[in-house]
């Protein structure tokens, strides 16, 4: 049966000054947890964290990898590094990174496995627009991501994360949480099988906090949260954990 899984996304935040917070996790969730544990800082700090965070509960993660495992793409990162660096996921396909970037569906596909060829376990991101929302297409949004932006095969995990929620403090309505995840649930049944489809984490991510998390974590098909503001302080990220830790079926 899947873990469920609380990630922390530090986007293009924190130095080494920011240690500590990570120490703090790490003294406050002794291996072994009910529920895994990952923080994605930037790539500068995978090493250093990675020898603070080894025999901890406390998994790394990259932001991105390139479709290439090595090569002439100056700036970029490759899967087998982020691995050699200590990394154990990587999230592929963030908002950010598809408006900031331009990653298509077909891209964040590729880079999905080209994490999985190195041995890392993607988070798949996907989420409508705000004008997509508003529009009544939400879930036909997400669906035609799903199709289109997965592997046919591998350990994955997808991250809901509406765009409009990243960062704004606005989460949506339980309810319409709760109809995605169903629907992404029923999505990988139809195409991978219903077994299969049980061993996918779903992750929620936008505008966590430790005030919401018990509520959303208490909907059937949310197996966690991909958290970004509130995963940069261990006071605000360790309540998470702990929601998480304490939801059903954990
Ligand atoms: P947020 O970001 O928690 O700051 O809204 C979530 C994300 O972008 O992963």
Request: charged fraction near 20%; glycine fraction near 10%.
């Amino acid at each position: 049966m899947r873990r469920k899984l609380a990630a922390g996304n530090w986007k293009m935040n924190g130095l080494l000054a920011n240690m500590a917070e990570v120490q703090s996790l790490i003294a406050a969730f002794p291996a072994p947890q009910p529920v895994d544990i990952l923080i994605c800082p930037p790539a500068t700090l995978l090493g250093a964290i990675a020898a603070q965070c080894r025999d901890s509960a406390i998994a790394l993660g990259g932001q991105y990898c390139h479709t290439a495992t090595a090569g002439a793409h100056t700036g970029d990162i490759s899967a087998p590094m982020l691995k050699d660096a200590g990394a154990d996921y990587v999230i592929v396909g963030h908002s950010e990174r598809r408006a900031d970037h331009g990653e298509t569906n077909a891209q964040v596909r590729a880079q999905a496995e080209a994490a999985l060829e190195a041995g890392l376990n993607p988070i798949i991101c996907l989420g409508e627009s705000e004008a997509e929302r508003r529009a009544g297409h939400a879930r036909a949004v997400v669906e035609a991501q799903l199709d289109a932006s997965l592997p046919d095969q591998g350990a994955f995990v997808i991250a809901y994360e509406p765009i409009w929620a990243i960062g704004t403090g606005l989460v949506p309505e339980l309810g319409d949480i709760a109809e995605i995840h169903d629907a992404m649930r029923a999505n990988l049944a139809a195409r991978y099988g219903a077994d299969a489809a049980k061993s996918v984490p779903l992750l929620y991510g936008g505008s966590v906090k430790p005030t919401n998390a018990a509520e959303i974590f208490a909907l059937e098909n949310v197996d966690g949260a991909l958290v970004g503001g509130a995963s940069l302080k261990a006071q605000d990220f360790g309540p998470i954990i702990t929601a998480l830790a304490a939801s059903d079926g954990a």
